[in-house]
């Protein structure tokens, strides 16, 4: 029996799970994708990675450790659950992200120098960007666009509603805390609370309404320009389509050919052109600004209810202590929703964003009561 340190070991168990929990995830997109062939690139990303896991349990064995049994870890049940119920594509970009974040890590394992696992991990990555690509009809399409400023989430629908959850949270706790601090009246906190749910929560939606429309209509004038185009100067619309076919590592004799076909039906010249030149969906462009509107108020709303429900049924100090206790819970679990992402610990994420939403409130309340005292 090989002797290795404790580090070592506890770095095996790492990869391990690492590993179960991509296979799971792999697994459960591919029950769920309506598409057989991804299905089916979903299904060989499984059984890689179950592969890696059989890697890591050998090293874990043979240095007398016992690998257990084979588990998803709570953020791996969570995208699990996910997915069961919203899609493979809902969860696509956050599997995505994390294989290209540890797209490397085993190139400096020397356990792994003399087998395929890092370039299968490296293709891993390439195989799920391409997949980002694809056009498809996932669901959560719509909930990906919420919250205008959260959109460099790389389109990750459930990062969008957690954060878009988060805003009202933070911004109505703020104010409750600032007009209690003001003010000993259940009934004029309580109000003023609604309000500034309400107030965010239309603000939050027109700003996406305004956004989504906004994208359309540029979209639409980027397609009427590159129509006048096709229509006037056909040949030169070719011959870009053919740049872009090689571009792909279609062959030139073969990429002119299929320009040429692509010409004669205008229709999917123009279709081919806004996905690649444009980098638009014809289909969608920029999906429904109504329906972005209502997750956004929808998301807002839920986040900003927190603070207000305990002045709903108590009053006084009571209702006060209640709404820091609720809104501190549920900022806990937001930081601690974030770690599915970032998977960073849950007690430093979910500590932290605890630690800054209370800070905010702690500092409205005391503008609130230095106003409240001045204004007598």
């Given amino acids: 029996m090989t002797i290795v340190s404790d580090a070592d070991l506890k770095r095996y168990r790492t990869n391990r799970q690492d590993e179960i929990d991509s296979a799971a995830q792999y697994r459960a997109m591919a029950d769920v994708e309506p598409d057989e062939g991804v299905a089916r690139i979903y299904r060989e990303l499984a059984t890689v990675e179950e592969k890696h896991v059989g890697f890591w349990e050998k090293l874990i064995a043979e240095r007398g450790g016992d690998p ?43 356990e792994t120098a003399h087998t395929r696992m890092t370039a299968q991990e490296r293709s891993h990555t390439r195989v799920l960007q391409s997949l980002l690509k694809r056009k498809t009809g996932a669901a959560g399409s719509e909930l990906a666009r919420v919250e205008g400023r959260h959109r460099n989430v790389g389109g990750n629908a459930l990062r969008a509603a957690v954060l878009g959850a988060n805003d009202g949270l933070c911004s109505n706790l703020a104010l409750v805390m600032g007009v209690a601090g003001a003010t000993t009246s259940s009934q004029l906190i309580l109000v003023t609370g609604l309000a500034g749910l309400l107030a965010g929560a239309c603000s939050m939606a027109l700003g996406e309404w305004i956004s989504v429309t906004s994208s359309r209509e540029l979209a639409e004038r980027e397609l009427r320009i590159e129509a006048d185009e096709l229509a006037a100067a056909p040949e030169e619309e070719r011959e870009e389509l053919e740049l872009i076919y090689q571009a792909k590592g279609v062959p030139r004799a073969e990429a002119k050919q299929l320009s040429q076909r692509l010409l004669d039906d205008q229709g999917a010249a123009l279709d081919v052109l806004a996905r690649e030149e444009l980098g638009i969906d014809p289909d969608e462009l920029g999906g429904s600004a109504k329906v972005a509107a209502i997750m956004s108020f929808v998301l807002f709303a839920f986040g900003a209810l927190f603070p207000v429900i305990p002045f709903m049924v108590a009053s006084g100090w009571s209702a006060v202590i209640a709404s820091v206790v ?51």
């Fill in 326 to 376: 609720l809104s501190g819970l549920a900022l806990f679990v937001v930081g601690a929703a974030i770690t599915i992402f970032t998977g960073r610990s849950v007690w430093v994420s979910g500590g932290r964003q605890l630690a800054l939403g209370l800070a905010a409130a702690g500092l409205t309340y005391g503008l609130g009561r230095v106003l409240g005292v001045a204004l007598g």
């Fill in 68 to 110: 257990g049994p084979r588990k998803p870890s709570w953020r791996a049940r969570v995208l699990l659950w996910t997915a069961k119920r919203f899609g493979s594509r809902m969860i696509l970009p956050t599997v995505a992200q994390h294989e290209a974040a540890g797209h490397n890590d085993y190139a400096s394992q020397d």
